[in-house]
T-cell receptor
Framework: SQQGEEDPQALSIQEGENATMNCSYK?????LQWYRQNSGRGLVHLIL?????REKHSGRLRVTLDTSKKSSSLLITASRAADTASYFC???????????FGKGTMLLVSP | DAGVIQSPRHEVTEMGQEVTLRCKPI?????LFWYRQTMMRGLELLIY????????DSGMPEDRFSAKMPNASFSTLKIQPSEPRDSAVYFC??????????????FGEGSWLTVV
């Protein structure tokens, strides 16, 4: 079964606005990663946050992690049309060497 | 770095035919994953290899699916016989080590399979 669940399923915003996507998961994790998928392409790693971290930044990306609520959020600031893609959270757990992905959030950024 | 290379990129086949998907992982990576992506079920892990050995194949749907990794630079996913419900995008991915160490997984561009 899916470990992560992204919310919302779809998000439509204007260029320059911020986009926030949320991810909830069910079991304890070691790390949580966010990936991006452009239409018709493979997934590309964006950022990783470890279970002992609460916030991480990379360029226009900001990720938070709340292990008590088993949730994470991805914030994209000052969005651009090129940010249009699907965004997935992925978790790994103690004893498992694989990543479990959510179903993703489809982000549409209009010029 | 060429990245993870998959072939074919697109395949349309008739029900009952054998389908073979191929993957070349990134050189030096010892973990290889096959995922399947559909609108209904999202991204599902089919099988995970470590050092060419299948470690977790619990996601393989049924006996019609088989995967091999004869060496560190090549893997195949075979469906025989294929059925329309197998239509999906199949991704191969690789990483330096298992994902539970926080290693990044690198995906190929996918093989788009349509079974008619």
């Amino acid at each position: 079964s899916q470990q992560g669940e992204e919310d919302p399923q779809a998000l439509s915003i204007q260029e320059g606005e911020n986009a926030t996507m949320n991810c909830s998961y069910k079991t304890s994790i070691n790390n949580l990663q966010w990936y991006r998928q452009n239409s018709g392409r493979g997934l590309v790693h964006l950022i990783l946050i470890r279970s002992n971290e609460r916030e991480k930044h990379s360029g226009r990306l900001r990720v938070t992690l709340d292990t008590s609520k088993k949730s994470s959020s991805l914030l994209i600031t000052a969005s651009r049309a090129a940010d249009t893609a699907s965004y997935f959270c992925a978790t790994d757990s103690q004893g498992y060497s694989t990543l479990t992905f959510g179903k993703g959030t489809m982000l549409l950024v209009s010029p | 770095d060429a990245g993870v290379i998959q072939s074919p990129r697109h395949e349309v086949t008739e029900m009952g035919q054998e389908v073979t998907l191929r993957c070349k992982p990134i050189s030096g990576h010892n973990s290889l994953f096959w995922y399947r992506q559909t609108m209904m079920r999202g991204l599902e892990l089919l099988i995970y290899f470590n050092n060419n050995v299948p470690i977790d194949d619990s996601g393989m749907p049924e006996d019609r699916f088989s995967a091999k990794m004869p060496n560190a630079s090549f893997s195949t996913l075979k469906i025989q016989p294929s059925e329309p419900r197998d239509s999906a995008v199949y991704f191969c991915a690789s990483s330096l080590a298992g994902a539970n160490s926080g290693n990044t997984i690198y995906f190929g561009e996918g093989s788009w399979l349509t079974v008619v």
